[in-house]
């Protein structure tokens, strides 16, 4: 799977969007672009995934740049409890079912 | 979403014993589960992949008498830890797969807390 990079830590207002950045460079035409989300002493959350089109459902948004090499997960209006680590990964699905866990990027969300 | 659950959440034992988790795929049949274990502030490493009715498969310097594994059915993987000690304390998070026509996604179980004294 492709490696993924995303910047350790970032601060968000309660009530603005948060834009997670991650670059994934290398990622294949067949691997798409999945998003978790880990809260404190939870296993992780799917959040969403999208192969090159923009997608979107009930907790956010993903956008996916046209050459693929980086996209955003936005989160419309973050709240307290949006607070965690988002992990960005790139994998063939369907395919190897596992995933590997980069070192995410630590969202805190400030009221 | 599909639901995994893990039991316990939270498993104290003496060092020396043995513990099971258990990792169940609530509405959904999972020919494969996986397993991870996660210390403090690190990310989650995988550990081994259940597969129903077959041996599971342990990655590299993942002891396999120590971590039993067992896939018996679609819905249920149990990961034992044999003669726990201090140091296989950890957070322990099983995941599953669900297939349907968006794709294949993997939901994780909420995570099972092991501290072995």
Sequence with gaps: DAKTTQPPSMDCAE?????????HSTISGNEYVY???QIHSQGPQY??????????????????????KSSTLILPHATLRDT????????????????FFGTGTRLTVIP | GAVVSQHPSRVICKSGTSV????????????????YRQFPKQSLMLMATSNEGSKATYEQGVEKDKFLINHAS????????????????????????????VGNTIYFGEGSWLTVV
């Design chain 1, 15 to 23: 009530g603005r969007a948060a834009n997670l950045p991650c670059n």
């Design chain 1, 35 to 37: 998003w978790y989300r």
């Design chain 1, 47 to 68: 959040i969403i995934h999208g192969l090159k089109n923009n997608e979107t459902n009930e907790m956010a948004s993903l956008i996916i740049t046209e050459d693929r």
């Design chain 1, 84 to 99: 965690a680590v988002y992990y960005c990964i790139v994998r063939v699905s369907p395919g190897a079912n596992n995933l």
């Design chain 2, 20 to 35: 099971k988790i258990e990792c169940r795929s609530l509405d959904f049949q999972a020919t494969t589960m996986f397993w």
């Design chain 2, 74 to 101: 679609l819905t249920l993987s149990t990961l034992t830890v044999t003669s726990a000690h201090p140091e296989d304390s950890s957070f322990y998070i099983c995941s599953a797969s669900f297939r349907n026509s």
